[in-house]
């Protein structure tokens, strides 16, 4: 019975972690923009379901409007890169991810500052639930991405020039991937919340927009249905790590330590040889008379 | 409140000739290889942590220590564009800054898992130093002060009368032309990554003389960083330490600027009541203004030379 | 005169790369812009086409200013260029290519994807039509779900072209179309331009050329540029004839 309830946490883990993968897949797999801050979704995402919960607002209500915050913090962070070329966003983002937390680390009116918030709302069929919205998240990137919207997406990822020269407003583009983002993530952040019941700025530390940029990295990036294998392949690794230090000389920080730097070396490894990821990219194919 | 001014400028110098010496590096491998190198600061990290093993560890004499640490970490540079960034040249920006990305978080849990996650310090006497006007220098302090404007000095003359600084100014103008005119410009890059790590191991050793070391001190400072990097203008040398300069005495003074005398016109209007940045927003202080540029100037204060 | 550029200026650092430029092309003609490198045509391109600022004079596209305005806007207002290094999305297939070119497509705005789904896929499938036959008119069948990445340079041009008709624009702006393309590839895009570009009525081509083949054979007038300022202006012949332009080509020579 362990096992079984072990299985239905890792799952439900497993689906909030490709609901955050997606969200910055498409941001970087499909838009091309770099965002080294991500887990600033996460954190605005869960922040705003723990408040929303605490004054007793109905759960759908709380997640609904959790997307809306984030999707529109993700529309002003692209004010910070107008125009910029990959590494700005990456700075910008980054500076802005820790600025977010420690605005919630300090401000206790806000959010409980370090000491956190947490509430007693509960979703009911929780497990099933996040699955089926994990699938919804899927099935609406690959919608999106089949459109005409998603087209100019793609062509954005590989520069400004084309696009422009066409006659697409390109800023506005980015300005939707990175809202798109937002609310994806948003998603991410809040089903997060529900399944802690207890959140503090500790949970959104650097580590775990790292986490999930080697999900993306790993599995490929533009293609959503490597994201969710990327993100299986790292929470395996995560669970299966987590029992080795019982047969290791090793303490829980060296632990934390080890699993790290195979996480940065995975992403290195990945982007000098396999930069498309292990599930590259398939493109539409059209039916041509 | 007026007698803390004396204090709060040594620190300023201190903060900015720690900012100055690491920006260096970057600022000059941006340029050259047109991406961000979001490990950098972890090279910093790197030579403060090796300091900490010559001089603690074995108990070898501090300048051998910090010598050591800058070579060792110049060598480590090296070899790190060699087995990665090397087969980065000329691929768009996003695949080298992913990269370095995961180099920083290897590197960074590489030294946690070798050192530990606790602080560490130097063996130095904590010495008295000197009283100048109101403020206290300590002896450290001085010295800090000392290698890094001897450092960059001695950078300035290799820019400017070598061949090798000729070399390196070319390449950062114009890779293609520098090759067309027979510069091999993949040496002068190896060059750069040694200087730019030795130098930012320098910083590294600076902070854990001065203060303390511990293994998320270089996340801690990527982005005062990179915003010294851009407040001077990516490839700027002179402007890394202009921002450098701007960025420490901000951080430093900042705290004590009272905005509401200021949106008061100085006592002239009365809108608000004291407004001051909380002392725990002080190390968001690099981050806003950080943004601002991005948003405002994104080529520096002063653009390329 | 659908473009009308007045007194252009653009200054890098201290070069005056262009220095008080003026020409008209007029509506359904073929007007070629030659010099030698370095004279400014590219710089004049990017500066009608918006991907660089003026830094003085005016410049009217069909009766409006445009020397202010984002590239895309003046993309919208029927002028489109292409780029003598291409910028083919290369990570798209050649049909994705074209098909982002047409222009005015309601699935581009993210909030009418679901209440005006009915127009967007008869949209696309218009579009899709359209890539269909402009496929077909360049020979490319074969490769329409082929990786824009994967074909050769001067498949890409032609690809490029193909993008052109897609997006139907008022102008089309030509940048060194026949560049590094082989001698018959070259023939094949003339006779394809001439056939399907220039007969079309109302169109209207500027094009940037090295070819002075390809000069003479589709352009009604030519315009010399040489170190920033028009020096000739004519037809093919005129300009063949002319002891300025001769002039300045054959200084050039020299100097190399």
Same mark, same amino acid.
């Given at each position: 019975?362990?096992?079984?309830?072990?299985?239905?946490?890792?799952?439900?883990?497993?689906?909030?972690?490709?609901?955050?993968?997606?969200?910055?897949?498409?941001?970087?797999?499909?838009?091309?923009?770099?965002n080294f801050g991500q887990v600033f979704f996460l954190c605005f995402g869960a922040y705003t379901v723990a408040i929303t919960a605490q004054l007793g607002v109905n759960f759908a209500v709380s997640i609904i409007l959790a997307m809306a915050v984030s999707g529109f913090v993700g529309f002003l962070i692209s004010y910070t890169a107008r125009n910029m070329g990959g590494t700005y966003w990456g700075i910008a983002t980054?500076? =802005?991810?820790?600025?977010?937390?420690?605005?919630? %680390?300090?401000?206790?009116?806000?959010?409980?500052?370090?000491?956190?918030?947490?509430?007693? =709302? &509960?979703?009911?069929?929780?497990?099933? =639930?996040?699955l089926a919205l994990a699938a919804l998240?899927?099935?609406?990137?690959?919608?999106?991405?089949?459109?005409?919207?998603?087209?100019?997406? &793609?062509?954005?990822?590989?520069?400004?020039?084309?696009? %422009?020269?066409?006659? &697409?407003?390109?800023?506005?583009?980015?300005? &939707?991937?990175?809202?798109?983002?937002?609310?994806?993530?948003?998603?991410a952040g809040a089903l997060f919340a529900y399944q802690k019941q207890f959140i503090n700025p500790e949970d959104f530390m650097p580590i775990e927009t790292f986490i999930v940029w080697a999900m993306v990295v790993v599995g490929g990036k533009g293609r959503d249905m490597g994201t969710l294998?990327?993100?299986?392949?790292?929470?395996?690794?995560? =669970?299966?790590?987590?029992?080795?230090?019982?047969?290791?000389?090793?303490?829980?920080?060296?632990?934390?330590?080890?699993?790290?730097?195979?996480?940065?070396? %995975?992403?290195?490894?990945?982007?000098m040889y396999r930069s498309k990821g292990f599930f590259p990219e398939k493109s539409r194919l059209y039916k041509v008379s | 409140m007026y007698s803390m001014i004396p204090q709060l400028i040594v620190n300023s110098l201190i903060t900015s000739a720690v900012l100055a010496i690491i920006g260096i590096g970057l600022t000059m491998c941006f340029d050259i290889l047109k991406f961000g190198n979001f490990a950098h600061t972890e090279l910093a990290v790197l030579g403060a942590y090796l300091v900490f093993f010559f001089n603690v560890?074995?108990?070898?004499?501090?300048?051998?220590?910090?010598?050591?640490?800058?070579?060792?970490?110049?060598?480590?540079?090296?070899? !790190?564009?060699?087995l990665v960034f090397i087969k980065m040249r000329g691929v768009v920006d996003v695949i080298p800054m992913i990269t370095s990305l995961g180099l920083s978080i290897a590197m960074r849990n590489g030294i946690r898992a070798i050192w530990g996650s606790d602080i560490r310090v130097y063996d130095v006497q904590l010495s008295s130093g000197v009283q100048f006007l109101s403020a206290h220098f300590t002896y450290s302090q001085i010295w800090i002060l000392g290698i890094v404007t001897v450092s960059m000095v001695g950078f300035h003359l290799l820019l400017?009368?070598?061949?090798?600084?000729?070399?390196?100014?070319?390449?950062?103008?114009?890779?293609?032309?520098?090759?067309?005119?027979?510069?091999?410009?993949?040496? !002068?890059?190896?060059?750069?990554?040694?200087?730019?790590?030795?130098?930012?191991?320098?910083?590294?050793?600076?902070?854990?003389?001065?203060?303390?070391?511990?293994?998320?001190?270089?996340?801690m400072i990527v982005i005062p960083v990179f915003c010294v990097v851009l407040l001077g203008g990516i490839g700027n040398i002179y402007g890394v330490i202009i921002g450098a300069i701007i960025l420490?005495? !901000?951080?430093?003074?900042?705290?004590?600027?009272?905005?509401?005398?200021?949106?008061?016109?100085?006592?002239?209007?009365?809108?608000v009541d004291r407004l001051l940045i909380p002392v725990d927003y002080k190390p968001v202080i690099p981050f806003v203004i950080l943004v601002v540029i991005l948003l405002f100037k994104p080529s520096g204060i002063l653009g390329k030379e | 005169m659908l473009l009308s550029i007045r007194n252009a200026v653009k200054i890098f650092g201290g070069l005056r790369a262009l220095d008080g430029v003026s020409l008209d092309v007029e509506e359904d003609t073929v007007t070629g812009l030659i010099g030698p490198n370095g004279s400014g045509k590219t710089t004049l391109f990017n500066i009608v086409s918006g991907f660089l600022p003026n830094d003085g004079g005016e410049i009217h596209f069909k009766g409006n200013r445009i020397d202010k305005l984002s590239p895309d806007a003046i993309a919208r207002q029927g002028l489109i260029r292409t780029f003598q290094i291409d910028q083919s999305a290369v990570e798209m297939t050649v049909l994705e290519n074209l098909l982002v070119s047409a222009p005015n497509?309601?699935?581009?705005? $993210?909030?009418?994807?679901?209440?005006?789904?009915?127009?967007?896929?008869?949209?696309?499938?218009?579009?899709?039509?359209?890539?269909?036959?402009?496929?077909?008119?360049?020979?490319?069948?074969?490769?329409?779900?082929?990786?824009?990445?994967?074909?050769?340079?001067?498949?890409?041009?032609?690809?490029? $072209?193909?993008?052109?008709?897609?997006?139907?624009?008022?102008?089309?702006?030509?940048?060194?179309?026949?560049?590094?393309?082989?001698?018959? $590839?070259?023939?094949?895009?003339?006779?394809? $331009?001439?056939?399907?570009?220039i007969s079309r009525k109302g169109t209207t081509i500027f094009i940037i050329e090295h070819n002075m083949k390809v000069i003479s054979s589709i352009c009604d007038k030519v315009i010399v540029l040489d170190s920033g300022k028009k020096i000739a202006e004519g037809t093919p012949p005129e300009i063949q004839k002319n002891e300025e332009v001769l002039a300045c080509y054959l200084a050039r020579a020299k100097k190399t």
């Open positions: 019975m362990q096992i079984l309830s072990f299985i239905n946490y890792w799952v439900t883990i497993t689906a909030i972690y490709s609901i955050f993968a997606l969200s910055l897949n498409f941001q970087y797999g499909h838009g091309g923009l770099i980054l500076a =802005v991810g820790e600025i977010v937390r420690i605005f919630f %680390l300090n401000e206790n009116w806000a959010a409980g500052g370090a000491n956190g918030i947490s509430f007693d =709302v &509960k979703i009911p069929y929780f497990e099933i =639930v996040t998240s899927f099935g609406f990137t690959r919608a999106v991405m089949a459109s005409p919207f998603g087209r100019v997406i &793609k062509t954005i990822r590989e520069g400004d020039n084309l696009p %422009l020269s066409l006659g &697409k407003d390109v800023f506005s583009f980015k300005k &939707k991937t990175m809202a798109i983002g937002g609310v994806i993530g948003g998603l294998g990327g993100a299986i392949i790292i929470q395996i690794f995560y =669970v299966g790590t987590r029992f080795a230090k019982d047969f290791l000389p090793i303490d829980s920080n060296m632990l934390a330590a080890l699993r790290m730097i195979v996480i940065g070396l %995975l992403i290195m490894f990945v982007m | 560890q074995l108990h070898w004499n501090l300048a051998i220590a910090i010598a050591l640490a800058a070579l060792l970490t110049g060598l480590f540079a090296m070899l !790190v564009d060699r400017k009368k070598t061949k090798l600084g000729k070399a390196m100014r070319a390449t950062s103008d114009n890779r293609d032309l520098a090759e067309a005119s027979s510069i091999d410009t993949e040496r !002068v890059t190896l060059y750069v990554w040694f200087i730019g790590g030795s130098f930012a191991a320098l910083g590294g050793a600076m902070i854990g003389w001065d203060t303390q070391i511990d293994p998320m001190m270089g996340f420490g005495f !901000v951080q430093n003074f900042g705290i004590f600027i009272d905005f509401g005398k200021l949106i008061n016109l100085g006592g002239l209007l009365d809108i | 497509q309601t699935g581009e705005k $993210l909030w009418h994807l679901i209440p005006g789904i009915r127009k967007v896929l008869f949209e696309e499938k218009q579009n899709l039509e359209k890539a269909t036959s402009i496929l077909a008119l360049l020979g490319f069948k074969h490769l329409a779900n082929e990786y824009a990445g994967n074909l050769s340079g001067g498949q890409r041009k032609l690809l490029s $072209l193909g993008r052109m008709l897609m997006a139907e624009p008022d102008m089309y702006m030509l940048d060194e179309p026949t560049a590094g393309v082989n001698p018959t $590839l070259i023939k094949g895009l003339l006779a394809f $331009l001439r056939k399907e570009v």
